[in-house]
């Protein structure tokens, strides 16, 4: 065995590259959670390719073969996956041909040599092989013939080639777990687990993780080993969670504060699928999922479910939210607590659906017809959905209104180290039930909220009827009347401004008043904090307003905007909230605006907020 030196790091950015069926989204899954349970804090992002298989060892174009995984693991708070890897496992010509131009000088490359065959280099594009051409002289490389080394460890068992070879994931992850002293244990419990019907599998699975720890622990590749030691996190107990993981967990846990029966009523699509796996999960507490035949099936459903009683969701991307917009319409009208998830993709139309994007605001705040007003909150960050679907399920119950909660395929399919909550620390969710059949009407409101009492059907003295015809006020008797007519439309636009009186004001990072105030929403979080903080390290005038509430706005956002010299908004759209900030304030913004969909790096930001800095007046500088 090779003795060799071990090297501490605060952070590290790993990613992990190869075809769509290689298996590199488990692969960094495996990396991830255990990662999380050794300590770490952490932030993913996986990048996969729409198409159910790809054709093996192709470039990015009509369609995009390779698939990645990238997580930054630290001892230290870690708010985005980071900007360039530190390290990049490439399972063939074609993933390293993609992320190389990704990676710094000096990084670590990781080559499975079996893969680069004429053959594979041809189809990747490379005119010559960039093993030998001198082109990777600036790396670090490391070259290991991960697949021949696969079925040569499995060579006893009794499985056919192609079963064999599709266990070099986990060979390239034992490697990894060496290189970055991981246990071992963690992900054969679960290849047990995941296997446990097909033994021989589970078998194969195991050896190839183990042969590739002890490959690497005794082969004269990697000069050193790495130690990422545990975060110094809050005490309590961590898990690694999704963003859709965690909005179903926040559901669950919602409907349990508020003592009701939870009903997701949906239609599959990417990226919001992983809701419904999720919670079609926990059917013993008391959860109904149910899949309808499409999107404009799936709200009614829930509707029908909130009429009933039931904690109502109904779960969508972006094409389903045109779909869902009548509905969501007659759920505003009845004034019916109900929640859509929008987990936002590239668009328009199909778009890239495997890809982040923020181009849903302006269709969340206005996609209805008539004058229609809604809640919308918005997600940070996987661990975020957690208490933003607590929140949403919390307004939509006091308030009796449709929130509709903006996720984006970044926050859904990246995963974070999440502190479980205590249970007995969370607030009940009060239902505000009539109990007076005397004196009930269905549209009288509470003075305080302007919400209405919630009577569902078989509560005897309170039967009533609503419907998409305008009700009379109090009564909800159907009426023609002009002036209630537009009484009732201010009162539901009234409603939805109230709510800005129960939430928190708006919080910033930074000086309370200075040059330049940045201002964010949804999964540009990490990396916008990231910039910030660092340039704030430099004493720049610089703060931080991240925006969960997007309507309602935060009631002092207004008077905090005018204690600045500058406002930037970063956005993966062309400037949505800008245009909204701009209409509700009258001042002009400036945008900083990225439609690729991928998420923005902390660079993209640091430059904006320079670039920024420098576009104000001479006499507004200390110079």
């Not at 060799?4 to 590290?12: A, C, M, Q, S, Y």
């Not at 918005?378 to 909660?405: G, Y």
Request: proline residues 6%; contains cysteine.
């Amino acid at each position: 065995m090779t003795t060799k030196d071990r090297i501490e790091l605060d952070r590290v950015t790993i990613r992990f590259a190869g075809d769509s069926g290689d298996g590199m989204q488990l692969t960094g899954s495996q990396f991830t959670n255990t990662s999380a349970i050794v300590g770490n804090d952490l932030t993913t992002l996986p990048d996969f390719p729409a198409e159910i298989r790809s054709p093996v060892g192709i470039l990015p174009g009509v369609s995009t073969g390779v698939s990645s995984f990238q997580v930054q693991i630290g001892e230290i708070d870690v708010y985005t996956p980071g900007d360039e890897p530190d390290v990049l496992v490439a399972m063939n010509p074609a993933a390293l041909k993609v992320n190389l131009e990704v990676m710094p000088k000096g990084a670590t490359l990781i080559l499975d040599l079996s893969s680069f065959t004429i053959r594979n280099l041809d189809k990747a594009g490379y005119k010559s092989n960039p093993l030998t051409d001198g082109s990777l002289d600036a790396y670090h490389l490391i070259q290991a013939e991960i697949t021949k080394l696969t079925l040569n460890a499995l060579e006893q068992l009794d499985l056919e080639a192609p079963d064999k070879t599709r266990c070099k994931n986990f060979f390239a992850l034992g490697m990894m777990y060496w290189m970055y002293n991981r246990p071992l244990e963690l992900s054969t419990g679960w290849i047990e687990r995941k296997f446990a019907h097909t033994p021989l599998l589970a078998e194969a699975n195991k050896l190839a993780l183990s042969a590739g720890y002890h490959y690497a622990q005794t082969a004269d590749l990697m000069p050193s080993t790495f130690e990422v030691r545990p975060a110094q996190l809050e005490p309590g107990f961590y898990r690694s969670v999704s963003g859709n993981q965690a909005l179903a967990l926040g559901l669950i846990t919602a409907a349990k504060q508020a003592d009701l029966p939870l009903f997701l009523g949906t239609y599959p699509i990417t990226p919001a699928s992983d809701i419904l796996h999720e919670l079609s999960k926990y059917k013993e507490y008391g959860v109904i999922s149910f899949q309808a035949e499409d999107e404009i099936a799936a709200v009614c459903a829930a509707l029908g479910a909130s009429y009933g009683g039931s904690l109502a969701i109904t779960s969508t991307s972006g094409p389903g939210m045109s779909l869902k917009s009548e509905a969501l319409s007659l759920a505003i009208k009845t004034e019916l607590p109900l929640i859509l998830i929008d987990v936002q993709r590239a668009g328009p139309s199909t778009g890239i659906p495997t890809k982040t994007e923020q181009s849903d605001l302006l269709q969340a705040l206005y996609g209805r017809h008539g004058e229609s007003p809604i809640c919308v909150l918005a997600c940070s960050r996987p661990t975020d959905c957690f208490d933003v679907a607590l929140e949403a399920a919390q307004i939509a119950v006091q308030f009796m209104t449709p929130v509709i909660v903006l996720s984006d395929g970044y926050i859904a399919n990246g995963t974070g180290s999440w502190k479980i909550p205590d249970p007995d620390q969370l607030k009940p969710i009060i239902v505000r039930r009539p109990t007076d059949p005397e004196a009930f009407k269905p549209y009288a409101r509470d003075e305080a909220t302007l919400g209405r009492s919630w009577a569902i059907p078989g509560m005897a003295g309170f039967e009533h009827r609503i419907g998409g015809l305008e009700s009379q006020n109090e009564t909800g008797n159907i009426s023609y009347d002009p002036l209630n007519h537009e009484l009732m439309s201010q009162l539901r636009a009234d409603k939805i401004q109230r709510i800005a009186e129960f939430v928190p004001e708006q919080a910033v990072l930074g000086p309370e008043s200075g040059k330049l105030l940045v201002i964010s929403w949804g999964g540009t979080y990490g990396s916008v904090y990231s910039a910030v903080t660092q340039a704030q390290g430099e004493g720049l005038s610089v703060a931080h307003a991240h925006l969960r509430h997007l309507n309602p706005l935060p009631r002092n956002l207004g008077e905090l905007i005018t204690r600045y010299q500058q406002v930037l908004v970063p956005e993966l759209n062309f400037g949505q909230l800008a245009k909204v900030l701009n209409i509700h304030y009258g001042t002009q913004v400036k945008t900083l605006n990225k439609l690729q969909g991928q998420p923005f790096k902390i660079r993209e930001i640091r430059d904006g907020i320079d670039a920024a800095l420098a576009s104000l007046p001479l006499e507004a500088l200390d110079v």
